[in-house]
């Protein structure tokens, strides 16, 4: 490649899970130490980071088009852009886009993009530069200080698989499950709440697999965390996702009924209501299993909203194991719900089974499930009208003086009145809607607001 000239703008695009929001955050506050600033709306960057997602179809195509359609965008404004693939693509098919890419200067894994200062050089002065390694730990003692604005904030606290559902890449493009140490986590958490955040949502592809050792030695898990988060003067709430059934433990539990600072929100995802096909998706739980632990959650936070993930379409699922998925969505009644049609990811244990299932019934399932779904999640803000609840702003609403938020049950709240970015304010829910809440701010008697 030709030498360039080193990149003054940047723009990161990141797609899939919030764990790939928060690195691509941190890709950019490493390119800031640079004095590499965000480019400006409309305007072509010098530096185009594709912060990419393997998890599901096509991902892998859709990176190549993108950097077709970024060649041609620069051509027009009469420049080359640097082009960096990072995110599980470039962990998993890294070489492949090296050799099928020639526009591609960088491809940086999950695990190694703390080195990009040094890849971005090697880039200008005309190298192609590769990393895919996989020491989790080095990356983020390579981090810059947070610098984080806005009210809502992400925290990767644990990253990593080792449970090796037959369906998933993550154990591959995400490699092994790494806890990072609590007092990084608490000072990054302090250096957040400085810089304006109000909620953090504490994130792992496991992250109730979160192990370690507090401020006096003692052994630790996620609900040791966030007890001690909880301490933290001006940190209002606190979330985490996404969590497996196998790893939760009777104190995270009992947190939801200790710690006010958390969220009544549980994000478990159980995949499918089949015993048989939770089996083939090595997921080593059942339905029975799975629904108790929920009603344990239930007895300590009787409120508490409850979501999940879904797969339809599993190689071999029959029409009464899909019925079976349907039965456990009413039993459960969702607040919120992701739902997938089975898509095989090279290299997993599933894409090679056989008994695959065909596009349309995919489709008619999925159409089946999420009718089911959201019949529930109506339900849920349907229920939710009357109650007062803080919301806490994070955008403003599509009418001037209009503010939009989340309740604590994670429901998009809208309201109008004379707030700001990041208040928590008090609100009556008067209207639901299958998606979102109208508000009313309530004013608290003085008396009561103490
Ligand atoms: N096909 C469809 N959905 C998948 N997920 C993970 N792998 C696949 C796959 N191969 C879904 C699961 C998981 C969520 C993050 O993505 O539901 O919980
Ligand atoms: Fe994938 Fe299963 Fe690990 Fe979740 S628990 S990341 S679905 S292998």
């Known amino acids: ?19 790939n929001v928060y690195d691509g955050e941190r890709m950019a506050e490493l390119l800031g130490t640079r004095g590499i600033t965000p480019a400006l709306e409309g305007e072509e960057a010098d530096l185009v980071i594709l912060n990419t997602c393997h998890i599901r179809e096509k991902a892998a195509e859709k990176v190549y088009s993108d950097i077709g359609r970024m060649v041609k965008a620069g051509a027009q404004a009469g420049k080359t852009p640097l082009i960096a693939v990072a995110g599980c693509v ?7 886009i090296m050799r099928r890419a020639p526009a591609v200067s960088i491809v940086v894994g999950p695990q190694a993009y703390h080195r990009l200062p ?66 990084h986590l608490i000072a990054e958490a302090q250096m957040l709440v400085e810089a304006g955040a109000k909620e953090i949502t504490l994130l792992g592809q496991n992250v109730n697999a979160w192990a370690g050792e507090d401020d006096k030695g003692r052994a630790a ?46 994000h478990l995802p159980v995949q499918s209501g089949s015993d048989r096909v939770l089996k083939a998706m090595n997921r080593q739980h059942t339905v029975e299993g799975y629904l108790r632990l929920l009603e344990k959650f239930r007895a300590v936070r009787p409120d508490i909203a409850l979501s999940g993930d879904f797969i339809v379409g599993f190689p071999g699922e ?20 992701f739902s997938f049609k089975y898509s095989p990811r090279p290299g997993t244990p599933a894409a090679t089974l056989d008994g695959q299932i065909a596009p349309e019934v995919m489709h008619e399932r999925l159409h089946r ?21 803080q ?26 009145g004379d707030h700001a970015i990041g208040d928590l304010v008090d609100v009556q829910l008067i209207e639901a809607g299958p998606n979102s809440l109208q508000g ?5 008697p003085a008396e009561l607001a103490r």
């Open 440 to 444: 009313e701010p309530v004013r608290i």
């Open 118 to 183: 040094e890849m971005l050089d090697k880039a200008v002065g005309g190298e192609r530069a590769t990393d895919t390694d996989m020491p989790a730990i080095a990356k983020f003692d390579a981090l810059p200080a947070r610098r984080k604005r806005g009210p809502a904030a992400f925290l990767t606290v644990q990253e990593g698989c080792d449970k090796f559902c037959t369906y998933c890449v993550v154990p591959y493009t995400r490699g092994a499950e790494i806890s990072r140490p609590f007092a």
């Open 391 to 416: 919301v806490m702003i994070e955008r403003t609403g599509r009418e001037p003086g209009q503010w939009l938020g989340k309740s604590p049950w994670l429901q998009s709240v809208w309201f109008s």
């Open 221 to 266: 898990g996620l609900a040791g965390l966030i007890h001690a988060l909880a301490r933290i003067d001006g940190l209002v709430r606190i979330r985490y996702t996404t969590s497996h059934p196998n790893d939760m433990d009777e104190a995270l539990i009992a947190a939801h009924g200790e710690v006010d600072k958390l969220m009544p929100y549980l």
């Open 90 to 96: 470039a962990q998993a098919e890294g070489e492949e």
């Open 1 to 19: 490649m030709e030498p360039v000239a080193p990149p003054k703008t940047y723009r990161v695009k990141s797609f899939g899970c919030q764990m």
């Open 318 to 337: 029959t029409e009464a194991e899909f019925e079976d998925t349907l039965r456990i969505v009413d039993a459960v009644r969702y607040a919120h719900a």
């Open 369 to 389: 499930l999420q009718e089911r779904l959201g019949h529930h999640q109506f339900a849920f803000n349907q229920a939710s009208v009357g109650r007062t609840c």
